[in-house]
């Protein structure tokens, strides 16, 4: 079955940049829809940028012109390197993969998913 394992997380002060990647292995075929959520402890997660198949990608309003998500050509890794970072980016960031989601329904927050990393704090301070 399908695992992802995120990495690159850490500390950075404002206006820093720090890239993420996720490890992807078991049979990912091209319905999934592989993206990049976030959360505060306590609080509704947060999608910030999901992308399919083909190459279509959607961001969180939020990330726009800051944050590019991308994946290698087997989609085994998934990258979202991440620009001008902001405190308010301080989030634990999840890796997710979803066999049926489209890039428009994986944003929904109340939307269960079916695979997630075991997460990595971002920290951005003032």
């Known amino acids: 079955h399908v695992k992802v394992v995120e990495s690159g997380g850490g500390s950075v002060q404002a206006g820093g940049s720090l890239r993420l990647s996720c490890m992807v292995s078991g049979p990912i075929s091209e319905t999934y829809c592989l993206g990049w959520f976030r959360q505060v402890e306590g609080k509704r997660r947060e999608g910030v940028a999901v992308?399919?198949?083909?190459?279509?990608?959607r961001y969180a309003d939020s990330v726009k012109g800051r944050f590019t998500i991308s994946q290698d050509n087997n989609r085994n890794r998934l990258y979202l390197p991440m620009d001008n970072l902001k405190p308010e980016d301080t989030r634990t960031y999840y890796c997710?993969?979803?066999?049926?989601?489209?890039?428009?329904?994986?944003?929904?927050?109340?939307?269960?998913?079916?695979?997630w990393g075991q997460g990595t704090l971002v920290t951005v301070s003032p």
């Open positions: 997710v993969a979803d066999r049926v989601a489209t890039i428009g329904t994986m944003m929904d927050p109340a939307r269960v998913l079916d695979v």
């Open positions: 992308i399919d198949a083909w190459e279509r990608t």
